[in-house]
């Protein structure tokens, strides 16, 4: 089956600080890449799509400014939590599509902890 | 936006016994809908997927089943064994919209 990665794994950053989050296809061209957020206790709740080469489609209540997200290839994207606070710590999963559209395919997650 | 609760809901059962998972989703034009198993810090993994035109579909040891008139999905799990412990989502989709996911069950299995 299709491979979605995520670098890093578990990342602690200062609050005020930025960070990075990638996501990787691993062995197809993902023309549309989607990002969620869970927290503890919680389910999955999309945060934004993305298809390459375009600007991400934001939901509602997420901040595109905070939240910068880039997806300049098929098979990478990434998530930027700018000026990170506390409230922002959580379980950050891409998901990725490819040209068939129809599956979707998660990545393990990215734990940010925000101090 | 989804409401959500500070507890997920936890079904207990025997090992050997069989699971049964329930869903009720939202989107009446929903038409492709996925279980996944999540296991503590790691992502969703893809357990069994059914399309609108059907209403039942069976897997290895799981059956999903989909009950469009009262827009009801369930999960049933064979036998369940102690690996099958973890949280259990349905999510939804219409067309090539992104997946949304259900609140999510947590599956306690006790030896």
């Known amino acids: 089956g299709a491979v979605v990665s995520q670098h890093p794994s578990r990342v602690i950053c200062k609050s005020g600080t930025s960070v990075k989050i990638e996501c990787r296809s691993l062995d197809f061209q993902a023309t549309t890449m989607f990002w969620y957020r869970q927290f503890p206790k919680q389910s999955l709740m999309l945060m934004a799509t993305s298809n390459e080469g375009s600007k991400a489609t934001y939901e509602q209540g997420v901040e595109k400014d905070k939240f910068l997200i880039n997806h300049a290839s098929l098979t990478l994207s990434t998530l930027t939590v700018t000026s990170a606070h506390p409230e922002d710590s959580s379980f950050y999963i891409c998901?990725?599509?490819?040209?068939?559209?129809?599956?979707?395919?998660f990545g393990p997650g990215t734990r940010l902890t925000v101090t | 936006g989804e409401s959500v609760g500070l507890h997920l809901p936890t079904l207990s059962v025997q090992e050997g016994d069989n699971s049964i998972i329930n869903c009720a989703y939202s989107?009446?034009?929903?038409?492709?809908f996925i279980w996944y198993k999540q296991e503590s810090g790691k992502g969703p993994q893809f357990i069994i997927d059914?399309?609108?035109?059907?209403d039942k579909r069976q897997g290895q040891r799981v059956t999903v089943l989909l009950n469009k008139t009262v827009k009801h999905l369930s999960l049933q799990i064979a036998a369940t064994q102690p690996g099958d412990s973890a949280v259990y989502f349905c999510a939804e989709r219409r067309g090539n919209t992104p997946l949304v996911f259900g609140k999510g069950t947590r599956l306690s299995v006790i030896a």
């Open positions: 998901s990725a599509s490819g040209p068939a559209a129809y599956e979707q395919y």
């Open positions: 989107n009446s034009a929903s038409d492709y």
């Open positions: 059914i399309r609108s035109n059907m």
